[in-house]
């Protein structure tokens, strides 16, 4: 026997949004089968997917007191996205940024007489850091050999990558 509420899910805010598989699923560019695999994987499915008791407490997942059973189950975005990503997705906007950030630092590198930035110095600059390690898997999976270090900014720093001996600066002709 499966629990349920009968009260309402919490409120619809920015920090409480309530989704279907198929519509989690979408946020991360995969199927509501997938995604349900990733919640079943980590402990908040049963067997015939329905969430656990813990996962409903926890605030996971809401189940509805409704006939349709596909629909009967709501799961928090903030919390299961949180799942979703520890199993190495991202989300389809993340994954558009990290392809933004990848032609742009590729553009960069090439080179340009008008441009007078390195990718080093765009990343450093503009780009969000939680995407660096992104960034760079996507250079790779490209062939690209660029990569962009992370730079320690107490210290100026640069851990990994290209280092500021082996860039040029490209100036204007």
Not at 64 to 71: D, F, I, L
């Amino acid at each position: 026997m499966h629990s349920f509420s009968l009260s309402s899910p919490p409120c619809r805010n920015s920090h409480h949004i309530w989704l279907t598989l198929t519509e989690l699923g979408r946020h991360f560019g995969i199927s509501a089968v997938h995604c349900g695999h990733h919640l079943s994987r980590a402990g908040l499915r049963d067997k015939d997917g329905f969430p656990f008791p813990q996962a409903i407490d926890r605030g996971y997942a809401y189940r509805r007191p409704e006939q349709n059973a596909n629909r009967s189950v709501l799961w928090n975005y903030d919390r299961c996205s949180g799942v979703l990503r520890e199993h190495g997705l991202r989300s389809v906007e993340e994954q558009r940024l990290v392809e933004q950030w990848a032609d742009l630092l590729e553009a960069l590198h090439v080179g340009s007489p008008a441009i007078l930035v390195t990718p080093q110095e765009m990343a450093d600059s503009d780009m969000p850091h939680h995407i660096l390690t992104w960034v760079n898997q996507c250079l790779a999976a490209r062939g690209s050999q660029l990569r962009i270090s992370k730079r320690n900014h107490r210290t100026g720093q640069e851990s990994v990558g290209e280092s500021r001996e082996g860039r040029t600066l490209l100036a204007a002709s």
